[in-house]
């Protein structure tokens, strides 16, 4: 009899549904728990067992997943592409008996004020930070923070509601606009915990790794460019970055310090970095695989297919990964984002690009007539080009060329991707 893998509700963009795909490949037949099938565009095509539940209610989720064991399936695993359900994947994978990372654990990455806690007890190199729970508690945190300082929700996902402030006006709003919000995005209650850390300037990086049984492999580290401005946006990538070899190492022993410090202990990491005159400072470890389309440009560059090691895993197979990783080429994508307020009305550019050579994929998510804004989350993305290069300059002059071509129809205005 087939074992049967179970998926908790999915990232909508990226590795959500391809994750199905995967546990196929694998010869598992997915069994996928969620509350708002029609949120999934795609779902009704796979082969894949719907449980419609409320996934929000983790005394629900228990007994739906309960119910498909009393079935006479026999599970392999669980896991989520979403951050939202890597909490509720763990405690189920703790009640019955499945592979994963402790809750404790998954809490340490899902909490950045948890986070932040820990790093400092392990001497690892962060920015100066305070958490607060109220408007009050700002009038003390302005001596432990100086200006300018990022402001952030310590428990969201994909940069939502992240801000640099300027004056403590601005950060008295960014805060009370955080303390406001009850639900996130799934309609899960929020910490309500605001995150005031030190800006630290430098090139932003992130490193890829892969843990099993606590052996931590370093997969690679990318190289991150943002847009949005004083939001932070990734507006590109490439994998792997220019580093020196000892710039690599430090951000690879720094990872791996902050990875102990969580007792991180299997599957993928996607750890967030910058580069100062300091070192490697840590600003954030996400307890899954990378978005962006990283996992991709990995697998362009290395061969290795993160998604399938990460369901591997999560079955309690050990990773396929060797001690030593190689690149064959660089691999690079460049985000398509509006400049300005609008209706979009379509790309102009759109058949150069194609022709131009070392282009790999080209994808518009982004449908004529709807809304589009200046970038201030990952939701605001219209689309992507993924390109290859032999050579790392040579990714980032077509990474350019593709900037400088593309163009974003807003309106009747014509305006640059970015």
């Not at 690879?252 to 993928?268: D, I, K, S």
Request: glycine share 8%; aromatic share 8%.
């Amino acid at each position: 009899m087939n074992k049967h893998f179970l998926f908790v509700e999915a990232n909508t963009t990226g590795t959500g549904l391809l994750a199905i795909k995967k546990a196929r490949e694998l010869g598992f037949t997915p069994v996928f728990f969620t509350e708002k099938p029609e949120r999934y565009h795609g779902l009704n095509e796979l082969e894949c067992h719907v449980v419609v539940t409320d996934t929000k209610s983790q005394a629900e989720l228990t007994d739906s997943v309960a119910q498909v064991i009393k079935e006479g399936r026999e599970i392999a695993g669980i896991m989520s592409t979403s951050d939202y359900y890597l909490e509720s994947v763990a405690k189920l994978a703790r009640k019955f008996g499945w592979t994963g990372n402790s809750l404790e654990a998954i809490e340490a990455c899902r909490n950045k004020a948890i986070f932040r806690e820990r790093l400092q007890v392990h001497q690892v190199t962060q920015p100066e930070f305070v958490a607060i729970g109220s408007l009050e508690a700002l009038i003390e945190a302005r001596s432990s923070i100086s200006l300018p300082c990022v402001v952030k929700p310590a428990d969201d996902s994909g940069s939502n509601n992240v801000r640099l402030c300027f004056s403590w006006d601005e950060v008295e709003h960014m805060a009370a606009e955080i303390l406001a919000i009850k639900h996130n995005a799934r309609g899960q209650e929020t910490a309500r915990t605001v995150l005031l850390e030190q800006y630290v300037e430098g090139p932003e990086f992130s490193v890829e790794t892969f843990s099993w049984q606590g052996q931590c492999f370093v997969i690679g580290i990318t190289q991150k460019r943002l847009t949005g401005y004083p939001f932070f946006v990734e507006a590109g990538h490439i994998f792997p970055a220019p580093l020196s070899t000892e710039e690599k190492q430090e951000i690879e022993r720094t990872v791996e310090r902050a990875l102990a410090a969580v007792n991180y202990q299997f599957g993928a990491a996607h750890t967030e970095v910058k580069w100062t005159s300091a070192g490697c400072v840590v600003i954030e470890v996400n307890a899954r695989l990378a978005g962006g389309m990283i996992p991709e440009l990995v697998r362009r560059s290395t061969g290795i297919d993160l998604l399938l090691q990460q369901i591997r895993c999560a079955a309690g197979l050990a990773p396929e990964l060797s001690q030593t990783i190689e690149e064959q080429c660089y691999a690079g994508i460049h985000f398509l984002v509006s400049e300005s307020q609008g209706t979009f009305s379509g790309m102009h550019g759109m058949d150069t690009v194609r022709n131009l050579p070392g282009i790999a994929e080209v994808a518009v998510h982004a449908k004529i007539g709807q809304s589009v804004q200046p970038p201030q989350n990952f939701s605001h993305r219209l689309g992507y080009v993924i390109v290859e290069g032999k050579h790392y300059s040579e990714t980032a002059e077509l990474i350019q060329q593709v900037k400088d071509s593309l163009k974003v129809q807003v309106g009747q205005q014509l305006e640059s991707g970015v």
